[in-house]
C-alpha cells in the first residue's frame, strides 16, 4: 500500500491564480480530510469527506473547494490564491470514526506570492 | 482561540532527562490522540484514550486522559534524541466526525 499520497509537494503561485492539490488514498477508507498547518497554529481542517459524494466543511473553509467522485481521490481546490492561503497543506484519511487511526500524506508546501 | 491549548510550546532537555507536554481544555471529548510529527512529513499517530482516567503506555511514553475528559498528558522517561518532534495532541467531540488539534509542543532532544 502506497497510503496517502500528495502531488505536488511544492507549489508557487501568484495571487489569483488557481490551482487543485490532489491527494489519494489506497486503504478504501472512507474518510478524507484536507488540514492546513501554519506555525503555532497547529493542523485547521479545511473540509472533510465522509464518503464518496458527501463533503462538509470545516473549521476555515473559505476560498477553497473540494470534491469526492471517488473513494480514493479528494482533491483541494484553490479558486483565486491570496497569501493568506501560503501554508503546509495535509491530506489525510482514515476508516471512518474519530477513534480510527488516521493517516496523513506527506504534505504540499504552497507559496503564494 | 484553539479548543486545545498545549503547553509548553516548546521543550530542550538533555538525553536520559525525563519530560511532560500537556494538553487541556474547557470542552469534554469523547476521545484524544496525540501524534508525533518530523520537519518536512506528516504527523503520525502514537495513541488514542478514550476512557476518563485512561492511563496507556509506549515504550517510554506514558499518556493519561483526564478523568473529566478536558485534559489529557503526555510523559517521556528517558528521553532520547530520536524522540525529537513536535508533539500534538487532537480530540473529538461526541458524534463528531471532526478532530480538533492543539497548537504543537516541538520537544528538542540534545545528545
Known amino acids: 500500500n502506497a497510503g496517502v499520497t500528495q502531488t505536488p509537494k511544492f507549489q508557487v503561485l501568484k495571487t489569483g491564480q488557481s490551482m487543485t492539490l490532489q491527494c489519494a488514498q489506497d486503504m478504501n477508507h472512507e474518510y478524507m480530510s484536507w488540514y492546513r498547518q501554519d506555525p503555532g497554529m497547529g493542523l485547521r481542517l479545511i473540509h472533510y469527506?465522509?464518503?464518496?459524494?458527501?463533503?462538509d466543511q470545516g473549521e476555515v473553509p473559505n476560498g477553497y473547494n473540494v470534491s469526492r467522485s471517488t473513494t480514493e481521490d479528494f482533491p483541494l481546490r484553490l479558486l483565486s490564491a491570496a497569501p493568506s492561503q501560503t501554508s503546509v497543506y495535509f491530506c489525510?484519511?482514515?476508516?471512518?470514526?474519530?477513534?480510527?487511526?488516521?493517516?496523513f500524506g506527506p504534505g504540499t508546501r504552497l507559496t503564494v506570492l | 482561540t484553539q479548543l486545545l491549548e498545549q503547553s509548553p510550546q516548546f521543550l530542550s532537555i538533555q538525553e536520559g532527562e525525563n519530560l511532560t507536554v500537556y494538553c487541556n481544555s474547557s470542552s469534554v471529548f469523547s476521545s484524544l490522540q496525540w501524534y508525533r510529527q518530523e520537519p518536512g512529513e506528516g504527523p503520525v499517530l502514537l495513541v488514542t484514550v478514550v476512557t476518563g482516567g485512561e492511563v496507556k503506555k509506549l515504550k517510554r511514553l506514558t499518556f493519561q486522559f483526564g478523568d473529566a475528559r478536558k485534559d489529557s498528558s503526555l510523559h517521556i522517561t528517558a528521553a532520547q534524541p530520536g524522540d525529537t518532534g513536535l508533539y500534538l495532541c487532537a480530540g473529538a467531540k461526541s458524534n463528531d466526525y471532526k478532530l480538533s488539534f492543539g497548537a504543537g509542543t516541538t520537544v528538542t532532544v540534545r545528545a
Open positions: 489525510a484519511s482514515r476508516v471512518q470514526g474519530s477513534t480510527d487511526t488516521q493517516y
Open positions: 469527506s465522509v464518503g464518496a459524494g458527501i463533503t
